[in-house]
Structure formats: C-alpha cells, structure tokens
C-alpha cells in the first residue's frame, strides 16, 4: 500500500465501542502504546473491523500537535503520545519532526519553524504528539 500519509501504523484492534452513528476503535501498537479513532459504524462493518483484527490507522503529519510540557494538562484529544524527539528537519516555512515512542514507533510531525524554536524542539527532547481521534483513518488488508 502507497499512501501520502507520513503516518503509517500497524497494529491490532483492542476494542471497539458502538455509538450511535460513530464507533470508538481501539488499535494496539506493536510497542504497546494505542491509538484511538473515531470512525462511522459504516466504516467498521465495511472494514470487518472486531477485536483482535490487524488494521493500518493512516494519520497525516500536519494533523499532528507537538507539546513539549504535558503536565498537569487535559486535553479533550484522545491521543497523546508521549516519546523523544530524534529528528527536526527544517524547511522555508514549516519543520518535520521526528518523535520515537517508548515502543520504538516514529511520529512524524510538520509544525512551523517558529513552533520548533518556541518548543525547543530538538534531538533528545522529551515531547508529547496529540492526535485527534477523528483525524485517525483505519484501513484493512483486502
């Protein structure tokens, strides 16, 4: 599978939670850490989705929140992902970061060159990568 998102992870469905038009999907990464989405029922008949199926969730960079100072912070984003900055690339206007997670999984992230300074945004930082759940996309091998 091909796909512009720069975020690609492979992990296993730990739970599901039916709503009344949306589900709640729990996915299991390899290193332990979970991912939630927020997806139609639709969606999770039509990918077959049921706990301890394998599934791809897609998350695009840009759709990645950085913080680098978590505490004593509540935030209505179901995803925080808490690891270690490995790599900033800059670029004219906005930067790729890099988080690895304690499981060894990379984030990417593009924030703007002004966020990677105000954050002190570097190798060896500690950082926390906030996604959406509505912003997770689920796939399923055909």
Excluded: C
Excluded at 13 to 19: C, F, L, N, R, T
Excluded at 30 to 47: F, I, M, R
Excluded at 114 to 119: D, G, I, K, R, S
């Amino acid at each position: 599978m091909k796909v512009s998102a720069r975020n690609v992870f492979k992990g296993t469905v730990k739970q599901i939670q039916e709503g009344a038009v949306n589900a709640e999907v729990v996915l299991t990464l390899p290193g332990g850490e979970e991912l939630v989405a927020v997806v139609t029922l639709q969606s999770v008949k039509s990918l077959g989705l049921a706990a301890g199926k394998d599934a791809v969730a897609l998350i695009k960079a840009p759709w990645v929140m950085l913080m680098t100072d978590s505490g004593g912070f509540r935030l209505s984003a179901r995803n925080t992902l808490e690891g270690k900055v490995t790599k900033v690339s800059d670029g004219a206007v906005n930067a790729e970061v890099v988080v690895e997670l304690a499981g060894g999984t990379e984030v990417y992230s593009i924030v703007t060159r002004e966020a990677v300074t105000e954050l002190g945004l570097a190798p060896g930082v500690s950082a926390t990568a906030i996604i959406k759940a509505s912003h997770v996309i689920l796939g399923v091998a055909a």
